[in-house]
């Protein structure tokens, strides 16, 4: 399990290294943290500060091994849904976009 406890990320990059190895994120719902982190999916994503829920959803996710599995196989999915094979081309369309118009 992998916690980032931020105030803010506008993605948090470190959270999707640690989703590309299956580890379930535990993090804050601030910014855009949550594009890549789903709720009770592939982790948790608490309100900043919220110290309690934080540490509830980390012992109940490090208590249910099944659960653990199923939030690290959904991290791995979501992380691979970044992968620059699949970035690539979106980004190549969004110029060819904007440059044909």
């Given at each position: 399990?992998?916690?980032l406890?931020?105030?803010?990320?506008?993605?948090?990059?470190?959270?999707?290294?640690?989703?590309?190895?299956?580890?379930?994120?535990?993090?804050?719902?601030?910014?855009?943290?949550?594009?890549?982190?789903?709720?009770?999916?592939?982790?948790?994503?608490?309100?900043?500060?919220?110290?309690?829920?934080?540490?509830?959803?980390?012992?109940?996710?490090?208590?249910?091994?099944?659960?653990?599995?199923?939030?690290?196989?959904?991290?791995?999915?979501?992380?691979?849904?970044?992968?620059?094979?699949?970035?690539?081309?979106?980004?190549?369309e969004?110029?060819?976009?904007?440059?044909?118009?």
């Amino acid at each position: 399990m992998f916690l980032l406890p931020s105030e803010s990320e506008s993605f948090g990059l470190v959270a999707l290294e640690a989703m590309s190895f299956g580890i379930p994120v535990i993090t804050t719902n601030s910014g855009g943290i949550t594009e890549l982190v789903k709720n009770s999916e592939t982790g948790y994503a608490c309100n900043v500060g919220d110290v309690v829920n934080m540490s509830r959803v980390s012992i109940d996710l490090l208590s249910d091994s099944d659960l653990y599995s199923e939030f690290s196989v959904n991290a791995y999915r979501r992380a691979k849904m970044y992968d620059i094979n699949e970035v690539i081309p979106l980004y190549e369309e969004c110029y060819v976009r904007v440059l044909n118009s």
